[in-house]
């Protein structure tokens, strides 16, 4: 069965990526970043989400992308998976579309140079639009940021 | 029904009445003479058998209600509590216990109790001859009077009395009817509501034994008895009685002003409160008048219960301690920017609010604080169960028990208490042969202490036992590797004590069911550290050991110092800051690799902050003088190298969440005045 669900659709490196809409909690601006010691890169810090604490991932980092500065257009994404609340750092974030499972795809093996597991699927809309899903629960797994704890990364 | 609404109170009240029949129970197993106390335990279980009823939890209630029925012929004197009796209504306030558990976790509250039911079930007949000698007791008592004998399980409140009383004195005819039913009937049940149709067709029930209720639900023997006031003669009664069928015999025996005013006396005020509690707790089943006498009845039983005090759902607590930690970033805020402004009655006002705002936080900690006696009511049951499985005698001593913590606090305390009493009862105390031979009293004796000493409260477990064998905690220690044997030399008698903290280290010589559960030591550490405790032991050989536990009063807000390193703030709890100073580079030495100063006439480490934090924008080592921080962890000093203190202030405790765990230096965050986040740093972990 075709099933219809939501997207919010933000950019990083000139590519358009979506997150299902039930997983996003708020969109905010930039905001001023405390830097946390001893934490993998990508972990830029934490944030003040009006009263709560919450951290933030440079997703460019993350997927191991060219980093680029802050601009007027940066958004910070809140999603919540696994019990987790983490805020992403992306390029841009302007749009949210419907989207069928009939159009998603399973992703081809390499993405500008994102791992697979990272993503869901690759959905095709509109004129000759791709769209990048991301695999949530695989952006912040743990098992990982442990990992790159003991290699010291 | 709506049921959710009512769950909650269920659930704590329920909690509440395990609590008390534990306690009593424990009580009575002291002086098993004492008939006040089953009352007591009665009352309880009565009020949770009805609970459970109208709750819908059928087994809670059917057990109950088989415990209530042992409990009923103690208290009347025809049976005798004994070892036997105890351990089962243990196990049955064990299964009670699992299965409000069950429903606190969203169950159905439903367990297997058959074979706990049987049991009780047994116990009521296991004693053919105790009833036939009470009622022989009782007849003799009562003199010739047939009621006499009924009067002791059938007895009338107040109100029941004087409707009697007043129903013959306007010359209708009152009755005690006594309807025993064929042993071989099928269903009683049914029996019985003809019994009670006929009889409500030609006149009015005042009472019944068992409750209608009971026998609606065929819990009654095959005997069960009423009072009756009747419209129609006692000839024409019995004949609309004996056309019923099954039944073995029914005796009516018609009641004067004289019987009525015998049944008066033999009842005691105790039984009059019990009485009411029951008949209340019955709900308005019984189609009886008694329905309307419970309101007054009741008062005085409910008195004691009714002190000035309503229950608060944790999460509204919570929720406002938010609200009020968001208040408190906006007053910090608020002081910032009037000293920035220098406007006199923007700075009055801000003062004034800054001054009600503290008075609240007093208050809304408060509001929190729970006594430890919800952790300690426990554990005088945990540790019977123990002494009795281990073959021991000893005693649990409980003082303080009143002194107040913080919900977040009693909440995880539970757990490492269990544990240190566990391990006072299992290696502490020893067997009854070997206090003998030390010359000890057969009994120990466990001391569980809480008491308040300035910001803290300290919790101690003192037992009597042999105290700890510390050339064998040496020995294993090194064994495990987690000191060298030259080390090992050098250590006094409190570090010897401190490696039973060590992670994998264990004394006992066997698993036993009590200890050796793979929860060592070092977890009972790290949870009160994490709590913002610190544990300790001190022991004597042959004489006993004390564990010491010291906690903070809330984990809310604290007190800090915000220190600054270049261009981020970082915040210190100030309850492990010893002193502040500015130390001169020149005064920093080293030693055998490591940077040290002299601090009032002995040397400790240094550590510089940026270091550990690895700060992008700052380092001491071009500076000629540096401000520090004298941080202590039990007794250990050291001086921790920063920026710029910025001062002390109130920080309200946030998580950093679940992504972020396992954080070396940082313990949480806190939100400024200005809005930014600042990490707490841990000062337990800069000290190694």
């Not at chain 1, 500065?69 to 987790?84: H, K, M, Q």
């Not at chain 2, 929720?319 to 805020?333: G, Q």
Request: proline share 4%; net charge negative; hydrophobic share 45%.
């Amino acid at each position: 069965m075709a099933e219809d669900f939501k997207v919010i659709v933000f950019t990083l490196a000139h590519e358009e990526y979506g997150i299902e809409v039930d997983k996003v909690r708020t969109i905010e601006r930039m905001t001023p970043v405390t830097r946390v010691p001893k934490t993998p890169v990508f972990v830029k810090g934490v944030i003040n989400l009006r009263g709560v604490v919450v951290p933030v991932i440079d997703l460019r980092s993350r997927f191991s992308l060219p980093e680029s500065e802050p601009t007027e257009n940066s958004r910070i994404i809140i999603v919540a998976a696994n019990e987790l609340e983490v805020g992403f750092i992306v390029d841009s974030a302007n749009d949210v579309i419907d989207l069928n499972t009939d159009m998603v795809e399973n992703p081809p093996e390499v993405i500008g140079g994102i791992k697979a597991k990272y993503l869901s699927g690759v959905a095709k809309f509109g004129e000759n639009r791709l769209l990048i899903l991301l695999n949530l629960s695989e952006v912040l797994n743990r098992s990982e940021i442990i990992q790159l704890e003991q290699f010291g990364a | 029904m709506e049921m959710n609404q009512y769950l909650s109170i269920f659930i704590d009240e329920a909690n509440e009445h395990l609590q008390s029949l534990n306690e009593n129970m424990l009580r009575l197993e002291q002086q098993p003479e004492d008939i006040s106390i089953v009352q007591v335990i009665f009352r309880s279980a009565h009020t949770l058998k009805g609970m459970s009823a109208s709750m819908g939890f059928e087994d809670l209630a059917s057990l109950t209600h088989e415990m209530e029925n042992v409990l009923d012929l103690v208290r009347n004197d025809k049976l005798k509590m004994n070892g036997h009796i105890f351990d089962t209504l243990f196990k049955c306030l064990d299964s009670l216990e699992g299965m409000v558990q069950d429903i606190v976790g969203g169950g159905t509250g439903s367990a297997d109790v058959k074979e706990l039911v049987a049991q009780l079930k047994q116990i009521v007949k296991g004693e053919p001859a105790a009833p036939a000698a009470a009622a022989g007791q009782a007849a003799a008592a009562g003199g010739t009077s047939e009621l006499a004998m009924v009067a002791t399980h059938l007895l009338l409140d107040q109100f029941q009395l004087s409707v009697l009383r007043q129903s013959i004195e306007n010359g209708s005819p009152a009755f005690h009817i006594e309807v025993t039913i064929r042993e071989d009937c099928l269903l009683k049940g049914v029996r019985a509501y003809m019994v009670f149709d006929a009889l409500e067709r030609n006149g009015e029930l005042v009472k019944s034994h068992p409750s209608v209720q009971d026998i609606e639900q065929e819990q009654f023997g095959h005997q069960f008895s009423v009072y009756y006031i009747s419209r129609i003669p006692q000839k024409e009664l019995q004949d609309a009685l004996d056309k019923i069928s099954e039944l073995e015999s029914v005796r009516i025996v018609p009641l004067d002003l004289e019987s009525l005013s015998e049944l008066d006396e033999s009842r005691s005020a105790e039984q009059q409160i019990q009485e009411a509690v029951q008949q209340a707790a019955a709900t308005a089943a019984a189609p009886s008048p008694a329905a309307s006498a419970d309101a007054p009845a009741r008062a005085p039983a409910a008195a004691p219960v009714a002190n000035k005090t309503i229950r608060v759902d944790i999460e509204r607590l919570d929720s406002l301690m938010n609200l009020f930690s968001e208040l408190l970033i906006d007053r910090v805020r608020l002081e910032q920017l009037a000293s920035e402004v220098r406007r006199n009655d923007l700075t009055e006002t801000v003062e004034h609010m800054a001054r009600v705002s503290s008075d609240l936080q007093n208050i809304v900690l408060k509001l929190r604080m729970v006594p430890v006696d919800s952790v300690f009511n426990r554990f005088p049951r945990m540790v019977r169960d123990l002494a009795k499985s281990l073959g021991k005698k000893l005693d649990l001593v409980i003082t303080g028990a009143e002194t107040e913590l913080d919900r977040t606090v009693i909440d995880e305390i539970g757990d490492p208490l269990v544990h240190l009493i566990r391990n006072s009862v299992d290696h502490g105390i020893e067997t009854i042969e070997g206090r003998r031979e030390a010359g000890k009293a057969e009994t120990g004796v466990v001391n569980l202490r809480a008491f308040h000493s300035g910001n803290h409260v300290f919790i101690e477990i003192e037992d009597d036992g042999r105290g700890i064998n510390q050339p064998k905690v040496l020995d294993i220690a090194v064994k495990k590797g987690i000191v060298s044997p030259d080390e090992a030399k050098k250590l006094s008698d409190d570090e010897i004590n401190m490696l039973l903290f060590a992670p994998g280290f264990s004394t006992a010589d066997k698993i036993s069911d009590i200890s050796g559960r793979g929860v060592g030591l070092d977890v009972v550490k790290s949870k009160i550290e994490s709590l913002g405790g610190v544990v300790s032991v001190t022991s004597k050989a042959g004489q006993g050991s004390k564990w010491s536990i010291q906690l903070p009063l809330t984990l809310s807000i604290i007190t800090a110092m915000l220190v600054k390193l270049g261009s981020e703030k970082f915040a210190v709890p100030l309850t492990s800051i010893v002193e502040t100073g500015i130390v001169q580079r020149s005064a920093i030495r080293d030693l055998h690799g490591a940077k040290v100063i002299e601090y009032r006439k002995s040397i400790i480490p240094v550590l510089s902050l940026a270091a550990v934090l690895d700060s992008p924008d700052y380092s001491e080592e071009n500076e000629l003088e540096t401000e520090m921080l004298v941080i202590r962890k039990g007794e250990k000093l050291a001086a921790v190298l920063v920026d710029e203190l910025i001062g002390q202030s109130e920080i309200v405790l946030k998580t950093l969440g679940k992504y972020l765990t396992n954080l070396d230096v940082i313990s949480g965050a806190t939100i400024l005045g200005d809005g930014q986040v600042a990490l707490i740093v841990d000062p337990n972990a800069l000290i190694k």
